[in-house]
């Protein structure tokens, strides 16, 4: 049985990017980043940049993502001490959801040690029900969607 191994993406299929430090408990006893780190990654890029783009207000915001689906694929090791820089983009936009494309870089490599994706549903804090994204937050997500692949 052969399978082919996925080509890993590259920094120019992104969007923007986050830099984040790794850390000493990010690594299992194999010396690599435990995978369920690489979702922490995910979730820590994702939401710093709708904060520092003023789109999310985690205490008090009227409007919140919950995660309904995720995914990765694991194409090269990650470890402590490590740079990640997470690039990100937009693959698809509804009207209360969001599909976020996150890919981890080790230090200044330009191909992708993982890529994952995850969906957030834009909810009501209140209700926890869908709400059609408000315009400021459907503005700054349009700004790093990429065209269907």
């Known amino acids: 049985m052969t399978t082919d191994r996925p080509t890993p ?3 120019a299929g992104y969007r923007t990017f986050r830099t984040i430090a790794t850390r000493w408990m990010d690594n299992d006893v ?3 980043m435990n995978n369920v ?5 995910f ?3 994702v939401n710093g940049w ?9 205490h008090q915001g009227g409007q919140i993502g919950l995660v309904v689906e995720t995914g ?6 990650l470890a402590f001490p490590d740079v990640v820089t997470a690039g ?4 698809r936009l509804g009207s209360s959801s969001v599909r976020y494309e996150i890919a981890l870089f080790r230090n200044d490599e330009d191909r992708a040690a ?4 995850f969906v957030h549903v834009y909810v009501d804090r209140e209700t926890r029900r869908p709400k059609p994204l408000d315009s400021a937050l459907r503005a700054a997500l349009e700004g790093i969607t990429v065209a269907p692949r």
């Open 72 to 77: 990765c694929r694991y194409l090269a090791e």
């Open 114 to 117: 993982a890529e994952g994706f």
């Open 50 to 58: 709708l904060v520092e783009n003023g789109v999310l207000d985690i």
């Open 37 to 41: 780190v690489h979702y922490s990654l």
């Open 30 to 32: 194999y010396g690599h």
């Open 43 to 45: 979730d820590t890029a």
């Open 9 to 11: 993406s590259t920094r």
């Open 88 to 91: 990100i983009r937009v693959a």
